[in-house]
């Protein structure tokens, strides 16, 4: 089955505690990217990946990296969190071009920083 | 960059009404518009999309317009249902050499029975 598969889907910690979100698909796709949703703000990008170890900025980097190190995996990487990451992140992976380029997203993951 | 803007935040109608979302994009180079549907607790997931080279597209109860001189498009539910209530966003992409998708803030569809 198609899909990009997010872990963990809940997790709360406190400030400053170093964590992981990882993000995986199995449609070899050359494109993804992560996003986080914030009440009010709609969906805003973290950053994205056009391929392996292709990565940029999206609107919202900061406090946040990212690696590309496999085509499957896109590891979203919070180094020193703080309350104001508390969101919830998608990530979201789609083909770079071709006639269908749908973003197919992951299930979510909902962080809570103490 | 490119900046898309969603109307309205919230929208309330009757169930059989029809409900109307427009977006509006900055970039004139964008030239693919999805439109995504969010239900409670769920992903996103792709409902409808519509490229720069067609004016229109419809699938049974949902099409999407495409004003490219204006810069907005629209997202058309006819004969609403409970279950179309969700929160549905728009997004702008453009295909200069990457590929990227801005959305909009969203819209909370809410259809009462």
């Known amino acids: 089955e198609a899909q990009v598969t997010q872990n963990p889907r809940y997790l709360i910690t406190v400030t400053g505690k170093k964590l992981t979100v990882t993000c995986s698909q199995n449609m070899n796709h050359e494109y993804m990217s992560w ?3 914030d009440p009010g703000l709609g969906l805003r990008q973290i950053y994205y990946s056009m391929n392996v170890e292709v990565t940029d900025k999206g609107d919202v980097p900061e406090g946040y990296k990212v690696s590309r190190k496999e085509k499957r995996n896109f590891p979203l990487i919070l180094e020193s969190p703080s309350p104001n990451q508390t969101s919830l992140y998608f990530c979201a992976s789609s083909l770079l ?3 269908n380029t749908e973003a197919f997203f992951g299930q979510g993951t909902r962080l809570t920083v103490v | 960059g490119e900046n898309v803007e969603q109307h309205p935040s919230t929208l309330s109608v009757q169930e059989g009404d029809s409900a109307v979302i427009k977006c509006t994009y ?3 180079a964008s030239n693919y518009f999805p439109w995504y549907k969010q239900e409670l607790g769920k992903r996103p997931q792709l409902i409808i999309d519509i490229r ?3 004016g229109e597209k419809k699938d049974q109860r949902i099409a999407v317009t495409l004003n490219k001189t204006a810069k ?4 058309h539910i006819t004969e609403t249902q409970p279950e179309d209530s969700a929160v549905y966003f728009c997004a702008a992409q453009t295909h200069s050499g990457y590929s990227t998708l801005t959305f909009g803030k969203g819209t909370m569809l809410l259809v009462s029975p």
């Open chain 2, 72 to 75: 907005h498009f629209s997202l």
């Open chain 2, 52 to 54: 720069s080279n067609v």
């Open chain 2, 26 to 28: 900055s970039d004139s």
């Open chain 1, 97 to 99: 071009t071709g006639s």
């Open chain 1, 35 to 37: 996003y986080r949703q």
